[in-house]
């Protein structure tokens, strides 16, 4: 599908009450700012990928897609900028899964310490998946991640069977037997 087609497949699941996979979510919120968009580049570093920058613009500030939606960009608890922010200057602890790369978002919360990761270093949006620390890159860029949704594909196995080795990082706890 062409990044309009997507616009489109979203903003119609949206006008049907569907912005998410949660049945109570009716409603999704407004589109961002032109200049919420760019204070959030700003502080990010790296310009949002053209797909992920139009939902914004177009459709939502945050509240669309897989499981509850992606993040709003600057709600002040779980905005994606200032989640971003806190990640890129803690300062973790030994056990802690070492820090995302500049330019890698958490996007989108699965619950149970799931995350999809967005990579805006890519220009298409590379995803990563974070499953309890342990994270991997995705063979799949936001329009096809975007896509598998919209299509219904997008589920916990789904992401599983596209991790990619290269950039991965595996916590010690992963080889431990109960």
Same mark, same amino acid.
């Given at each position: 599908m062409t990044d309009d087609e997507l616009v489109e497949a979203v903003r119609a699941r949206v006008k049907a009450g569907r912005p998410t996979d949660f049945a109570s979510t009716l409603a999704a919120p407004e589109p961002a700012s032109l200049d919420e968009v760019e204070d959030a580049e700003r502080a990010i570093g790296f310009r949002l990928p053209p797909l992920v920058r139009r939902l914004y613009l177009e459709i939502a500030d945050g509240g669309i897609g897989p499981f509850l939606g992606v993040s709003s960009l600057h709600d002040e608890e779980l905005g994606m900028v200032n989640v971003y922010l806190s990640c890129l200057n803690a300062e973790p602890s030994p056990e802690d899964p070492p820090s995302l790369p500049p330019g890698v978002l958490f996007l989108c919360d699965f619950g149970c $310490?799931?995350?999809?990761?967005?990579?805006?270093? =890519?220009? $298409?949006? /590379?995803?990563?998946?974070?499953?309890?620390?342990?994270? =991997?890159?995705?063979?799949? *860029?936001?329009? /096809?991640?975007?896509? $598998?949704?919209?299509?219904?594909?997008? *589920? =916990?196995?789904?992401?599983?069977?596209?991790?990619?080795?290269?950039?991965?990082?595996?916590?010690?706890? $992963?080889?431990? /037997?109960p």
């Open positions: $310490a799931m995350w999809a990761l967005l990579d805006c270093r =890519h220009p $298409a949006g /590379q995803m990563w998946w974070w499953e309890e620390g342990d994270r =991997h890159k995705l063979d799949l *860029t936001f329009p /096809q991640w975007i896509q $598998a949704w919209i299509e219904g594909d997008l *589920t =916990h196995d789904y992401m599983e069977a596209r991790q990619l080795l290269d950039e991965s990082w595996v916590g010690p706890w $992963a080889d431990e /037997q």
